[in-house]
Every structure is written in C-alpha cells, then in structure tokens.
T-cell receptor, first 116, second 111 residues
Framework: EAGVVQSPRYKIIEKKQPVAFWCNPISGHNTLYWYRQNLGQGPELLIRYENEEAVDDSQLPKDRFSAERLKGVDSTLKIQPAELGDSAVYLC??????????????FGQGTRLTVV | QKEVEQDPGPLSVPEGAIVSLNCTYSNSAFQYFMWYRQYSRKGPELLMYTYSSGNKEDGRFTAQVDKSSKYISLFIRDSQPSDSATYLCAMSKAAGNKLTFGGGTRVLVKP
C-alpha cells in the first residue's frame, strides 16, 4: 500500500512569489494534517482536516497561507507571497479515524522549500 | 518554555549498546504518546504508539510512559548503525488530534 505522497520534493523560489504543495494521503484516511518543520526542530501543526472540513487551523498564518482539501482526499497548501522565513520542510500526514482505535499519524517525505 | 522538551544530542553510542532517549512534558492533558524516527531528508516514521502510562515493547524497541512524572522514554536494544537518525517524541491530548513534538534527539551508532 502506498504511503502519504507529497510533491514536489524540493522547491526553490524567490521571495514574494507564490508556491503550492500537494498531498495525497493514505487511501481511506479521513484525517489529514499539514506540519511545518524548521531546521533542527520538531514539526509544528499548521492545519488539520477531518474529511473536507478544516477543524484546527489556529496556527495557520492566514494572511499568506491557505489550504484546501476538496472532496476530502487530496490537499493543497499554498503560500502567497512567500517570505524568507517560510523556508522549511512542509510535511503532510494522515490518520485513519479520529477518535477511533487506529489514529496513528503517518507522514509523507515532505517538501523542502527554500525562499531566496 | 516549550510544552515538550527533548535533549537535542547528539548521542553517540557504540554498535550493540542500548540507546536511551527521553522527553519531558508540562501539559497533563496529553494522553497519547509516540516516538518517530527521522532519517536525513526523509519524513518522520512512526516507531511506537502508546496510550496513557505503562510500557510497550516491539522487537528491539521499548517505550515507557510515566504520566505522574510527565516523562516518556524510548530504549533501543542491540543498536545498529542503521539506527543512526533523529528520534522525535510526540504526544496528543486525544486520538487524532494534533501532535506536539519535541525538538528531536540526534543519535549516532558507531560500528
């Protein structure tokens, strides 16, 4: 079974440009997470979806970040415009059933963003 | 002060030694505890998942949770060079909720 798939793996953009990341979760997983991981630190949650509903976006910088999960499957995270401080690894994760027994979160490989 | 504290290391051990990792946390609402392994330029890989206090063993890995002390541990027996990675602890208040991570401990197992 395929794991969480993210693309692109790497992205280099100039500041003030837009950028988008894509995530395909594990089939059947209804909960999807976007995390940001700065160098030498643990991941921090940006947004969590249950199906197509964003249930926790309290840490998403809404002035420049947006996300969507149409049809409750794939998800896209966008930054517009990007700033130098946005350079990080953006990780997508998914889990099977919120509140149920199998709620372990599985991560994708991440997208490494460099803003120059 | 961060909610979850983890020594960044690096922790260097000879092959075959026991690796001992730990995290402390401040929020007593955390109920679910996880350990992830992350190789360079890869995503975190789930190693252990436990609920509430107690021990859990899986092969060479043992996870311990002491909620009274707000302290969790991961032990790796018979360590191998392939165990060299960054180990992240993570915890959540409810199943499926957001994970709060420690900063990670870098481990180096020398042949």
């Amino acid at each position: 079974e395929a794991g969480v798939v993210q693309s692109p793996r790497y992205k280099i953009i100039e500041k003030k440009q837009p950028v988008a990341f894509w995530c395909n979760p594990i089939s059947g997983h209804n909960t999807l997470y976007w995390y940001r991981q700065n160098l030498g630190q643990g991941p921090e949650l940006l947004i969590r979806y249950e199906n197509e509903e964003a249930v926790d976006d309290s840490q998403l910088p809404k002035d420049r970040f947006s996300a969507e999960r149409l049809k409750g499957v794939d998800s896209t995270l966008k930054i517009q415009p990007a700033e130098l401080g946005d350079s990080a690894v953006y990780l997508c994760a998914s889990s099977l059933d919120h509140g149920g027994a199998n709620t372990e979160a599985f991560f994708g490989q991440g997208t490494r963003l460099t803003v120059v | 002060q961060k909610e979850v504290e983890q020594d960044p290391g690096p922790l260097s051990v000879p092959e075959g030694a026991i690796v001992s990792l730990n995290c402390t946390y401040s929020n007593s609402a955390f109920q679910y505890f996880m350990w992830y392994r992350q190789y360079s330029r890869k995503g975190p890989e789930l190693l252990m998942y436990t609920y509430s206090s107690g021990n859990k063993e899986d092969g060479r890995f043992t996870a311990q949770v002491d909620k009274s002390s707000k302290y969790i541990s991961l032990f790796i027996r018979d360590s191998q060079p392939s165990d060299s990675a960054t180990y992240l602890c993570a915890m959540s208040k409810a199943a499926g909720n957001k994970l709060t991570f420690g900063g990670g401990t870098r481990v180096l197992v020398k042949p």
